[in-house]
């Protein structure tokens, strides 16, 4: 995939003629503030969408290839060039190819183009606006859900047999950043991770699952297999203790592979990992 193209107000006249003539002719789409407009190219080779008043869309399929421009005023201010992903028309899992929604409630709907597809997940592009007026390509999720007129947004994918919910919320940039991820960590519970805006993990937790991942949720608690192993916090493979039986666990995250879990133990509440097999849910 190519990066997409940024051009300021100044140096719109870079863009091709041709493509100033695709992006400014042709009916515009009624607007309206709090919609969530979907659709697909099908047999159509271009597809015109409006953002705002004063901003429209146009994405065309050429020559096996998709194209996005976005124009404010008439004038080409964004232009992605997205090589030959994407689907036509709707996918099979019934995802939208287009998604148009405003993610940071600034007034302009944002762009989410689809860029591939799998067997379970559906990968999206979006283009987003900025305060300043410039429009920024930085965001790529999986499956994604949106409700109008609320920030942000969620998503979620599969790898192997883990899958992953992600919740989508707006840095001061008016920019979408993950702010919190919910994977599988075997049958019972999950490990939910919460980011701040740069990317850096604030706290991670294993959590039972919840409708809401946002949803803030008591310790799990489990017990220990008997003879379980527990491992050195700082060193996995220190072995520091063995447990007996239904010795109470409160589960506290697990490890980069899923196949060991940090817990706290006994009256002192010491630390250290234990292999998943070796904890028993209650």
């Not at 799998?118 to 429009?135: E, I, R």
Request: charged share 20%.
């Amino acid at each position: 995939m190519e990066q997409a193209t940024h051009i300021n107000r100044a140096g719109w006249r870079k863009i091709s003629l041709i493509a100033l003539v695709i992006t400014i002719a042709g009916g515009q789409a009624a607007f309206a503030e709090c919609d969530i407009l979907e659709g697909g190219f099908k047999e159509k080779a271009e597809q015109r969408i409006t953002l705002s008043p004063t901003v429209e869309a146009s994405l065309v399929q050429l020559a096996g290839e998709n194209l996005v421009y976005i124009s404010e005023n008439g004038e080409t201010v964004f232009s992605g060039d997205f090589g030959e992903a994407g689907w036509n028309g709707t996918s099979e899992t019934g995802m939208p190819q287009v998604i148009a929604v405003d993610v940071n409630k600034d007034g302009i709907k944002d762009l989410f183009v689809g860029v591939g597809q799998g067997m379970v997940n559906n990968y999206y592009m979006g283009m987003v606006s900025q305060p300043d007026g410039q429009w920024s390509q930085n965001v790529e999720v999986s499956n994604p859900a949106f409700s109008c007129g609320e920030q942000g947004f969620t998503g979620w994918y599969r790898s192997g047999p883990r899958g992953t919910d992600e919740v989508w919320a707006i840095g001061k940039g008016g920019l979408p950043y993950v702010q919190i991820s919910r994977t599988v960590v075997d049958d019972h519970v999950f490990q939910k991770v919460i980011y701040d805006a740069q990317g850096k993990v604030i706290t991670r937790s294993i959590v039972p699952y919840t409708e809401d991942i946002r949803i803030e949720t008591a310790p799990v608690t489990a017990k220990a297999v008997e003879g379980a192993a527990v491992y050195s916090p700082d060193d996995m493979q220190t072995e520091l203790a063995r447990l007996a039986a239904d010795v109470p666990l409160v589960l506290l995250e697990a490890d980069d592979t899923y196949s060991l879990m940090l817990v706290e133990f006994g009256p002192d509440r010491k630390r250290g990992w234990v292999a998943i097999e070796d904890v028993a849910y209650e």
